[in-house]
């Protein structure tokens, strides 16, 4: 009786682990890959020495140093340029994808089924072929237009923009198919336009997949590099990426310390966005693909 009592307990624990435990320890293994990145940046941060070798022992030193030389840099400029071009490209990529997929989802016109496909077909061709095209355009438009040339921050703005539009209108437009058309054919009996209905009725309850695409178009050109260095050529007008690339492109003159400091501090406002929409986030991006 003794000796069963133990091998019940040996047979549990095995049952448990084959059905239950390995997934802890796959999460802990996953969590642990993910957090060293971050803990080394910090511990980069507050070293002392500006260089990375000093973090290898982690929080060995910790001093602030780094963080006061931001102050006679740039970064709050950047950091400025930055939050400015990331806030304006979320509305505008909510705004302009809801209406884009409220369209397509409630409407039926000529020329419907090819703008979709159209949206699907750029989609699927890599952004860097548009480089060289970019820069010809804005170098031309920016001879008749100065705000939408080039190192103009309207002009990164108006890219992002329009780079994002496919992707969130079929994004938003399976969501949108979700929403029953019996709310508009009610509102349209009550005496409601369909801006009426857009505005009070639908854009309410579909407010999970508008702070999910506004999240993800912040995360994206928050801190998207390759596409505002090709635009943005004055240090004034430069985002985070850029400014920050510029202390570390060089590695006899890098500055790791400064660098780490800059890369914590730009990350705190997609954490707190992060934090403060993360609820939303679950059900925005699965209660598309139920119906489409």
């Not at 850029?242 to 660098?259: I, P």
Request: glycine share 10%; proline share 3%.
């Amino acid at each position: 009786m003794a000796t069963t009592k133990p091998v019940t307990q040996t047979r549990r624990r095995s049952r448990w682990f084959a059905e239950l435990g390995w997934r802890h320890l796959v999460g802990v293994v996953a969590v642990a890959y993910a957090a060293f990145p971050i803990v080394y940046v910090m511990s980069a941060s507050v070293a002392e020495g500006g260089t990375l070798t000093g973090s290898n022992q982690l929080f060995g030193s910790v001093v602030f140093d780094n963080y006061a030389a931001l102050n006679a840099t740039k970064f709050w400029t950047w950091m400025g340029n930055t939050l400015v071009i990331a806030v304006v490209t979320a509305i505008g990529t909510v705004l302009m994808g809801a209406a884009a997929a409220y369209a397509f989802s409630r409407f039926r016109f000529s020329g419907r089924r090819a703008g979709l496909t159209t949206l699907l077909i750029i989609q699927m061709f890599p952004q860097m072929l548009a480089f060289v095209a970019l820069f010809l355009l804005l170098l031309n438009l920016g001879e008749v237009v100065p705000l939408l040339g080039l190192d103009s921050k309207l002009a990164l703005i108006c890219v992002y923009l329009g780079g994002a539009l496919g992707a969130n209108t079929f994004l938003m437009y399976g969501f949108f198919n979700s929403i029953p058309n019996e709310l508009d054919e009610a509102a349209k009996i009550d005496g409601a336009t369909h801006t009426q209905t857009y505005w009070t009725i639908i854009l309410p309850l579909v407010t999970p997949i508008l702070a999910v695409v506004g999240l993800l178009s912040f995360i994206t050109s928050f801190g998207e590099f390759i596409v505002a260095r090709v635009i943005l050529q004055s240090e004034d007008n430069w985002t985070l990426a850029v400014g920050l690339y510029g202390w570390v492109s060089s590695l006899l003159d890098a500055n790791w310390g400064l660098f780490a400091a800059g890369a914590v501090l730009a990350a705190l406002p997609v954490l707190v966005l992060f934090l403060v929409l993360q609820r939303y986030i679950v059900s925005g991006l699965t209660a598309g693909a139920v119906k489409g």
